[in-house]
């Protein structure tokens, strides 16, 4: 099977770089897996997880809190809000997401940007439920 | 002519001033280090935002009239400038370059008639700048107790930029820093955050980013869910990323600026230490000198 390039950077630093067989992420309109030669596409990510399947074999988890994914004809870029591994990830951590999720939604004036942080909220709670945590 | 213990205590004194310009220039060289490793870290962050936008840019249809963060109002009439500084001074002409560029662009703006409005990131620039232009500053936001600094301490200016810019409150956004290039030069930069100069942007991430190949208008982009709700969340984001480099690229540029500094304070008291101990041996000498003379000639008077 061929690979392709895959970046995974959050504001902070380069989360991952390299060549993978597959990526599977959740986009805003349900998830997606992404495999070598993929037609071009530009998706909004909402809080998940990212399934990383290396050229190796060997398979990468990590946490993303919403950002875009990047399909070009060079590979696959991911620009996330915040990334952490999965195992980094637990439920106080989760917690305070869903905090800052709550304060986002308590400040929001107008109701576009209520509907979208009520939005992220449901998602991370949701997210919280799957994962068992 | 000093007596011998006004020297001394010079002496001291210097010594005394010596020890904390060396402890400052280390400590500027660890944090140094720290924050230039993470200004590289985010690096590739704004790259591939810079080649996702030119993208993005690039398959819109020309003339369909974008949103307003892309291509700006179409007026011209008032300026908002965002002057990142330091909280701290001793750190050579770090701050003062920064104001510098900033207020020169504002007596410019100011003399063609247009309105200027400042948002102050750090305590110095404020303090520099509200003496000739106290009334235009509209917010100063300071980052004091911030020890390293996080995407979620650049995110609020961002989103306080946009805001601003819903509103109405001006047509262009300018943000002043200080890029770093090595430790000693820093090149105080003016970037253009709204409307958003996205060419250059991506031309320069694409130079060194590797999507180099997926440049502007060559590729047809799916979307989902869909263009302009894709672009009503990346765009603010950007302004928020480009705010978090600039003040990443400040630290750095601070902490490089305030040790070469502190090196040039340091070498500075060691060559004041030096002058002042020669001449302190050279009164000492003669005292002993003009003692002996008075000793001897008073025995060969009797």
Known sequence: ?133 | MPSLKDLRNRIASVKATQKITKAMQMVAAAKLRRAQSSAEAARPYAERMGVVLSNLAGSIAPGAGGPGLLTGTGQDSTHLLVVCTAERGLCGGFNTSIVRLAREHAAQLLAQGKKVKIICVGKKGYDQLKRNYESHIIELIELRAVKNLAFSNADPIGRKIVALFHEGEFDVCTLFFSRFKSVIAQIPTALQLIPADVTTGGDKAAGTGHGAAAQVGSVNYDFEPDESEILADLLPRNISVQVFRALLENAASEQGARMSAMDNATRNAGEMIKKQTTKYNRSRQAMITKELIEIISGAEAL
């Open chain 1, 1 to 133: 099977m061929s690979s392709f390039h895959f970046e995974i950077v959050a504001p902070e630093k380069l989360m991952f770089s390299g060549s993978v067989q597959s990526v599977t992420f959740a986009s805003s309109e349900g998830e997606m897996t992404v495999f070598a030669n993929h037609a071009p596409l530009m998706a909004m990510l909402k809080p998940g997880i990212i399934t990383v399947n290396e050229e190796g074999g060997a398979v990468q988890k990590l946490f993303v809190k919403g950002g875009f994914a990047d399909v070009a004809p060079t590979g696959l870029t991911v620009l996330a809000e915040t990334a952490l591994p999965l195992a980094d990830l637990n439920a106080a951590a989760i917690d305070t997401h869903i905090a800052d999720a709550q304060t986002d939604l308590d400040v929001a004036k107008t109701l576009e940007s209520k509907r979208l942080a009520s939005e992220k909220l449901d998602q991370m709670r949701e997210l919280k439920a799957a994962l068992a945590l």
